[in-house]
């Protein structure tokens, strides 16, 4: 799918246009379909690395780029709460700070970002609170900075007997 096409189908439950009136491309398909391109191609300007790809295939774009799509894509449901799993994963450094400035931007956007990440820099540089956990039981939860160096986190992420 091209990129435009993935983030429209994002935007899918914020439509109200039915499969007959998609079908039949009723004026009242064809007029909400504009405005959502519209949406869209705004959404687009979010990450600057995407503007002038809407019409690629969007599988061949960077890693980095379509990782960029898959959150855009969550966005243009215009939720509440986003959850990002590993967003940092295959990335090099450069990459994931790049990303640690997207999330900040998302979270300026008054979206609450629940992030799952190993990436502890990337953690480091962008939570409010952090929630350790070690085979499903919480170990520890607050801030970054005394999350980090709890006694049981260091043991369960790191192997440091304390």
């Known amino acids: 799918m ?6 429209l189908v994002g ?3 914020r439509l109200s ?3 007959a009136a998609a079908c039949l491309k009723t004026r009242n398909f064809l007029e909400e379909e504009s ?14 690395e995407l503007q002038g790809t809407a019409h690629e295939v969007a599988k061949n774009l960077s890693y980095a ?10 966005m243009s449901a215009r939720p509440k709460l986003i959850l990002l799993d590993e967003p940092a994963a295959g990335m090099n450094a450069t990459e994931a700070q790049k990303l640690l400035k997207d999330i900040r931007r998302i ?3 008054g979206v609450t970002v629940l992030l799952i990440e190993h990436n502890m820099s990337v953690m480091a540089g962008v939570t409010d609170r952090v929630m350790a956990m070690d085979q499903g039981e919480k170990v520890a ?6 999350v980090s160096r709890h006694p049981r986190v ?4 790191l192997g440091v007997d304390t």
């Open 11 to 13: 935007m899918h439950t």
């Open 17 to 19: 246009s039915g499969l």
């Open 154 to 157: 260091l043991a369960s992420y």
């Open 35 to 48: 405005r959502a391109r519209d949406v869209v191609m705004e959404l687009l300007n979010f990450f600057p």
């Open 65 to 74: 780029n379509r990782r960029r799509v898959e959150i855009l894509r969550a």
């Open 107 to 109: 979270r300026d956007t």
């Open 141 to 146: 939860e607050g801030r970054f900075e005394e």
């Open 2 to 7: 091209l990129v435009i096409e993935n983030l």
